[in-house]
């Protein structure tokens, strides 16, 4: 018998839990020649704004050991120009297409965000990025002037996760942060306000430095750390979170093959997510999903469901 | 642009720190243009992201690059032997627009290389070779900068290819003493008196630049052609993570904002480029 993959995230049904980050893959299109898309369980788009954004200056990357520091600072077409031009592909890849969002203002920015997708009946479900570590903060969310994040205080959180739960009617996925001291808390908030799952987790602050000239790597000087080297944080805070809510994880933070997603099940995720290992090798997600099939019929398990949050104690 | 496992046919040292190897890889080579680029998996355990290296050329179903042992990656690459495969993504990105300007007899084809910047030029040389008129008189020419005499690459391959070749380095070892774009500069000035006794209105828009190289060398590529009204197609280099579009990590500033290096670039038209 085959195994059963399928999963629900809020309303949304994936025929299985393996989809693809936010900013890693782009709009898609870029990884037509080199990955089957319908295969993906979902594929969630480069975070947008309501405003074009110009990013931030180049160098935006680097590599680091088993990791990488980005700070691309959501450089992105804005909301008109990517339903325009983005979307049109993604609706052709046949698979759930989740659409990653941010505010560069306040509150406001994310209802009228969701308002405006909320119509647009190719979207299956929207994500709230209040976690990115590379935009200046100046939003008018009184608790997060300066450089917090949103995610970084559970009453903003609430705040945010509140206004947009009004706006809109789709599945709702809050994007967690792992720069705070207690995630629980944060996810906890988001779920009392009304979010239908969580995604966790959004990358680490980071630096790294040129010994030889002094100067930072980054032009931002900080940047989000991602890959390998995140990976035991990020499964000890799917766990963390995974016995506080009940909403569903989308589990993330250097998956790179079937061992290491399964990790993140067995800690509590419902789905998980492929982010930096899509430029190593663009058809990680993929080969996860095989692995899995693979997994649960060497281990005669029927359902997928079965094995989330089956960490043996 | 795809994904394959290609078989190394040779990986040899070629002077100094300078490394040419060969893979098997026809599916690339149906495609490859000059200036574009491939991303090459480093499957070391401490090191993740894929390096590019540009195509240097092809021969029947093999594809070459050459490369400069620096970092990690590169080291890897250098210990890898024939018979053993290599993960490749490629050809990735837009190359040098040469069948619209360098072929057609209106413009004489300067290359301007600077270090390893040799490596696409080469590839760039010989698909001119092929699609320029046997008999046309272009005098193809190519700038050769680098550190000291033992640091210069292709030198011979760009003669066989019917190159006229200048040479600069940076320590006067051989030929021109100091950078390829000074070197660059003086021939253009002197094209000037020429053209200003000879009355010729407009023989030095003629020359068209191609070149690669480091950074400076290329912003200084930029002014000159700037300076001398010529039209001038320059391959950048940035530092990627994914080489195929998709992270936007790999920008640079050109007059109509920021674009990719990999994917809208890496060549790009001199007067587009904001430095
Ligand atoms: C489009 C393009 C074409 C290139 N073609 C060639 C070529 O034909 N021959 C050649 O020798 N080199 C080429 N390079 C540079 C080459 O990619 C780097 O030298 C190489 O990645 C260094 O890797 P490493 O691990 O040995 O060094 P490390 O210094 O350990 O590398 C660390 C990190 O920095 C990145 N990096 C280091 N130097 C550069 C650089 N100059 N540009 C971009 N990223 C860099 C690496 O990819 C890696 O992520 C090219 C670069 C680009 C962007
Ligand atoms: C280059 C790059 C760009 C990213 N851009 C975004 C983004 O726009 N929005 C977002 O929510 N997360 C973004 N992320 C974070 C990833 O979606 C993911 O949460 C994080 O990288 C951890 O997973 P990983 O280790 O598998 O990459 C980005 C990550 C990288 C490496
Ligand atoms: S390296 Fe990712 S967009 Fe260029």
Known sequence: MKPKLSVNIGKLKLNNPVMVASGTFGYAEELKDLVILKELGAIVTKTITLNPRRGNPPPRTCETPSGMLNSIGLENPGVENFLKEKLPFLKKSGVPIIISITSESGVEEFVKLARRLDGVKDISAIEINISCPNIRNDTKIPRCQGTRLIAQDPKATHEVVKAVRKATGKTLITKLSPNVTSIAEIAQAAEEAGSDALSLVNTLIGMSVDAGTRKPKIAAITAGLSGPAIRPVALRMCWEVYQKVKIPIIGMGGITDISSALEFFICGATAISVGTANFINPKTATEIISGLKEYLSENKINNMKEIIGDLKL | ?275
């Open chain 2, 1 to 275: 642009m795809p994904q394959i496992k290609a078989k190394i046919v040779y990986n040899k040292k070629v002077k100094e720190n300078y490394w040419c190897c060969v893979f098997n890889a026809p599916e690339v080579v149906k495609k490859a243009s000059p200036g574009q680029f491939l991303n090459i998996r480093v499957e070391d355990k401490e090191l993740l992201l894929r390096r590019p290296f540009s195509i240097h050329g092809i021969q029947g179903s093999g594809l070459g690059i050459i490369y400069e042992v620096l970092g990690k990656g590169t080291k890897y690459l250098s210990r890898r032997k024939p018979g053993e495969y290599l993960d490749i993504i490629g050809p990735l990105g837009n190359g040098f627009d040469y069948k619209t300007q360098g072929c057609q007899g209106t413009m004489v084809p300067v290359l301007v290389a600077g270090g390893m910047g040799v490596a696409p030029l080469f590839f760039l040389a010989e698909k001119l070779r092929e699609n320029q008129n046997p008999k046309s008189k272009i005098q193809n020419v190519v700038l050769i900068g680098a550190k000291t005499k033992n640091h210069i690459l292709c030198e011979k391959e760009f003669k066989a290819a019917g190159f006229d070749v200048r040479i600069a380095t940076d320590d006067g070892s051989r030929g021109f003493k100091g950078y390829v774009s000074e070197l660059l500069e003086k021939i253009l000035s002197a094209d000037l008196r020429h053209v200003q006794s000879a009355s010729s209105k407009d023989a030095e828009r003629s020359r068209g630049i191609y070149a690669c190289g480091p950074k400076p060398m290329l912003k200084e590529i930029c002014r000159i052609s700037r300076k001398y009204g010529l039209s001038s197609q320059v391959s950048l280099e940035e530092h990627m993570a994914c080489g195929i579009g998709a992270c936007f990590g790999c920008v640079a500033e050109t007059k109509e904002g920021y674009k990719r290096v990999c994917k809208d670039g890496p060549v790009f038209k001199a007067d587009d480029l904001i430095w």
